[in-house]
């Protein structure tokens, strides 16, 4: 039987996200005139902006604690002081990363006043800080009700969104950031980003090469309009775009990779490896530039060139899933089946549901006659990813060789219903004459 391969081809989007995705907001503590004072004699009612404007006055000078202390006892002389809830937040959100005691004061100052903008807005970063997304978006949201024209608001709205798979949300979010303010290239990098995910490649396009057209040095536009082309098959169009950056600036290692990338498109494999080779003359730490570049090798024959690269990568990260799968495959082909099965166990060890990992393990063990861990792993394979058509047919293959025919049948043609072309594959097995 022939042996199987499944190579990851490309371990990231081409797309490399310059620009940053989160906007949070400018931390300036408030403060009434500060009292340096100490002997002057205060009444009651004064008390309390004494210690807030001394906690203002340490925060501002790095003494958090002492400071988060002066505000503590501005608010117990003062229950209601709105600014000292507030500030208390911002240095236990900011400077001592306490999101949970920060939510809390926020939350106290919006009893006391239920519109307080700014209260609003930093449980919204808190709660995106946590993880909590849809808390997050609920609290940017209120926060837009009081200011419909804060950019800023929308913008975030628009990367959460994203982040838990709204298209349509964030999409939406963004024109409306783009509608307050026309030049923010930002939010036509990151809503072009979002159609890149719901693969409209052509609104994608659009909006890189307006932020070019607002700012013609725009290095990230440049890289994500080369990746957009590169994903809809336009290389020729992307070398020139990415040939372009290059050209105001050499030193950019996204630019090299991207275009990398689209030589490979027009198989241009020389031109491919020396685009990821100058990649990581620029960034020696560039991983998937190595694993990539060690994929071409691989498939000219080069397989201790492409070994070396994918030990490379795993040096920089030794978590690195993909690498060990990819160097699985290769020791396969050479034939070391105990060291791509350690390889393939360390992928799995570093990412439980990695699919191809299981897949290609299950290959590895099909090989050695192991029918019954074969058929294991390519359905561990199929629960991670249900529409993997290469694990049904391969557990057909592994089915059928340990005698179970109709299994093997029945997983044949849910393989050739996911689209699985047994003739592109080079299959040994004809299902067609079995199972008929």
């Known amino acids: 039987m022939k042996k199987r391969v499944t190579f990851l081809l490309s371990l990231i989007p081409f797309i490399q996200i310059g620009k940053t995705l989160f906007t949070g907001t400018t931390i300036a503590f408030t ?3 500060i009292v340096l004072a100490n002997s002057v004699k205060v009444q009651a009612d004064d008390r309390a902006t004494f210690f807030y404007d001394r906690g203002i006055y340490d925060l501002r000078r790095g003494r958090i604690e002492k400071g988060i202390e002066n505000l503590t006892e501005a608010i117990l002389i003062n229950p209601q002081y709105i600014e000292a809830y507030y500030n208390r937040g ?31 807005e930093q449980i919204g970063i808190a709660k995106y800080q946590q993880h909590d997304f849809a808390g997050a978006i609920s609290y940017f949201k209120k926060t837009a009700e009081f200011d419909q024209t804060d950019r800023k608001l929308y913008f975030n709205i628009g990367i959460i969104s994203r982040k838990i798979g709204d298209m349509k949300g964030s999409i939406n979010a963004f024109n409306k950031a783009i509608t307050i303010y026309p030049s ?49 098959g336009l ?26 990338k689209a030589k490979e498109g027009i198989k241009d494999y020389s031109g491919a490896i020396n685009d990821y080779t100058k990649a990581l003359e620029i960034n020696p730490k560039y991983q998937n530039a190595y694993v990539d570049r060690g994929n071409i090798k691989s498939d000219r024959g080069n397989y201790s060139g492409a070994i070396n690269d994918l030990n490379k990568a795993l040096e920089i990260n030794p978590k690195f899933a993909g690498a060990y799968s990819n160097r699985a495959m290769i020791k396969f082909i050479l034939e070391d089946n105990k060291g791509a099965i350690n390889d393939l166990n360390k992928a799995i060890e570093v990412d439980p549901n990695y699919a191809d990992a299981f897949n290609n393990r299950a290959v590895i063990k099909q090989e050695l006659k192991d029918y019954s861990g074969a058929i294991k792993d390519y359905s561990k394979a199929i629960k991670i990813n249900p529409n993997k058509a290469n694990s049904y047919y391969g557990r057909g293959e592994a089915k059928y060789l340990k005698g179970k025919l109709k299994g093997a049948c029945s997983d044949w043609q849910k393989s050739i219903s996911l689209g699985f072309d047994k003739k592109e594959q080079n299959r040994i097995i004809d299902f067609n004459d079995i199972c008929s």
């Open 184 to 232: 923010y290239t930002n939010a036509y990098y990151n809503r072009g980003l979002s159609y890149v995910e719901i693969k409209d490649y052509k609104k994608a396009i659009l909006d890189f090469k307006k932020m070019i057209e607002i700012d013609p040095k725009d290095e990230d536009g440049y890289v994500a309009l080369g990746g957009a082309k590169i994903d809809s």
């Open 90 to 120: 911002i240095a236990k959100h900011y400077e001592l990363n306490d999101f949970e005691g920060a939510i809390k004061d926020y939350k106290k100052a919006l009893e006391i006043n239920p519109n307080y903008k700014n209260a609003y």
């Open 235 to 260: 290389f020729d169009e992307a070398i020139i775009d990415l040939t372009k950056l290059i050209e105001i600036n050499p030193r950019n290692s996204f630019a090299y990779y991207n275009r990398a």
């Open 31 to 33: 403060s009434s005139a």
